[in-house]
């Protein structure tokens, strides 16, 4: 089930079911103590003014007895509440960062990886393309496909593994389907894009495959540059 669909039903349940079954007891409560205060004062015209000041004084004995009452169980359902509703949330968390600790990563691509899978005994060189699309795309088409479906964030993490990733040099891009893909980063790389940019800065043409190289590469459309990695 969608992280969104369960979110609105947690929240239908712990927050907007209650909270419309409150409002319609409320009105059900007021409609009962107006027909209660009919029949009452159609029952008090025989009584003597005593007999009436006694059972006013019973009365708002009552009612106070009942307020009480009736307050300690709207705090204890707004206590069950904000309880269920705390749970809730814990559970998203842990489910989001279990997601983000068990999915799995792809490396940044090697320039050298096309040729190793061509190297692969059975491997045929029309299924080459496919297995660079995957590593680059991790399951979608192309990069307008890939962008729209992930989002970028800074890969930096002192305390994965004990690798160290200096600030803006890896790109970690958090996919729809589960996936996590490394993007390496040059010194220069801003000016083909900018860091976690889906946009490539002018002149440069999106990503395609380069058979010769066996690898997906960026052109330079002014210059006739070739860029196999850093974009």
């Given at each position: 089930?969608?992280q ?21 007891g ?7 103590r ?5 029949k ?6 025989g ?6 000041l ?8 009552l009612?106070?007895?009942l ?5 300690q ?22 489910g ?16 050298e ?13 029309c ?24 989002c ?11 690798e160290?990733?200096?600030?803006k ?9 589960g996936?996590?893909k ?14 976690c ?11 395609s ?23």
């Amino acid at each position: 089930m969608p992280q969104a669909v369960l979110g609105g039903l947690i929240i239908l349940i712990n927050f907007i079911m209650p909270l419309a079954a409150l409002a319609v007891g409320w009105v059900c409560s007021v409609q009962h103590r107006r027909k209660l205060a009919e029949k009452e004062g159609r029952l008090e015209e025989g009584f003597t003014q005593e007999q009436k000041l006694k059972i006013e004084k019973a009365r708002r004995e009552l009612d106070e007895e009942l307020d009480q009452i009736t307050l300690q169980y709207v705090l204890l359902v707004f206590a069950v509440m904000a309880a269920a509703a705390f749970v809730a949330v814990a559970i998203l968390l842990l489910g989001q960062f279990w997601q983000a600790a068990t999915a799995t990563v792809v490396a940044p691509t090697g320039r050298e990886l096309g040729n190793q899978f061509a190297g692969v005994p059975g491997t045929a060189e029309c299924e080459v393309e496919g297995l660079i699309r995957q590593n680059e795309f991790v399951g979608y088409k192309d990069w307008k496909e890939f962008t729209a479906s992930c989002c970028c964030s800074d890969r930096q993490n002192e305390f994965s593994h004990g690798e160290e990733f200096e600030p803006k040099t890896v790109e970690l891009w958090t996919c729809a389907n589960g996936l996590l893909k490394e993007r390496a980063r040059g010194t220069k790389s801003g000016r083909i894009r900018e860091f976690c940019s889906p946009k490539f800065g002018s002149n440069f043409e999106l990503p395609s495959y380069a058979s010769n190289l066996r690898q997906y590469v960026v052109r330079n459309s002014g210059t006739g540059e070739i860029h196999v990695t850093g974009w």
